[in-house]
């Protein structure tokens, strides 16, 4: 009995050890009183002239460039080009109001300012290790305010070059095979009194060696 009651003890000090340490972020990250909302996640194909954004995004992960600098058709140039993402975001309040009551209104403070941007890829097959089945995933640092009555379109890296010159895409360039996955993107930001924020859009992706626009 007296044992069992040493171990209540070490449990409930490690319990109480354990809620410490992670309590703070726990609790800022929940006392904004607005929700980030992830409107649209678009995709942009990479080439010599930018493509449209697009729901889906077909990923080209080799080009042979031949018009500009030195490239030309008797000397083209191999070249990989980097998919950039175009988000819609928006703000909402999470306390909306009794029915019949007032509504309330936002104000300047629940703007929220996003500063980075993580993307990270997987398949539906599950088969998801990075660098072997889907690219690695990575942060980045993109910058906007939404302010708090409307919505913004932020850019950002969807695809980076480096993943086109690594395992699994860069096995991609010779052949006609087509590997499918989703990038699930999270924005990270804070309101202006330091209330953390964030959500999350996603988007599908093909990669290949689609021919050269």
């Keep these: 009995m007296k044992a069992m009651r040493i171990t209540t003890r070490v449990l409930t000090a490690a319990a109480l050890i354990a809620a410490t340490t992670s309590c703070g972020s726990v609790v800022r990250d929940g006392r904004s009183p607005v929700i980030l909302v992830v409107d649209s996640v678009l995709g942009i194909r990479g080439a010599v002239a930018a493509g449209t954004a697009t729901s889906s995004l077909n990923s080209d992960v080799f080009s042979i460039v031949t018009t500009g600098g030195s490239c030309s058709l008797a000397t083209p140039c191999p070249t990989v080009f980097a998919d950039n993402g175009q988000a819609g975001l928006h703000l909402a309040l999470k ?100 209330n953390a924020v964030s959500a999350t859009g996603s988007i599908s992706i093909d990669f290949a060696n689609f021919g050269d626009q």
């Design 95 to 194: 306390d909306i109001g009794l029915p019949g009551a007032t509504t309330p209104a936002p104000s300047s403070n629940n703007s929220v300012t996003i500063t980075r941007v993580r993307v990270s890829y997987r398949r539906t097959d599950g088969r998801n290790q990075e660098g072997v089945d889907v690219p690695f995933a990575f942060d980045t640092a993109s910058t906007a305010t939404i302010p708090s009555t409307s919505t913004v379109t932020m850019g950002f890296p969807l695809v980076r070059v480096q993943a086109k010159q690594e395992s699994p895409l860069v096995q991609l360039r010779t052949g006609a095979q087509v590997l499918s996955m989703i990038a699930d993107v999270t924005f990270y930001g804070q309101d202006l009194v330091g």
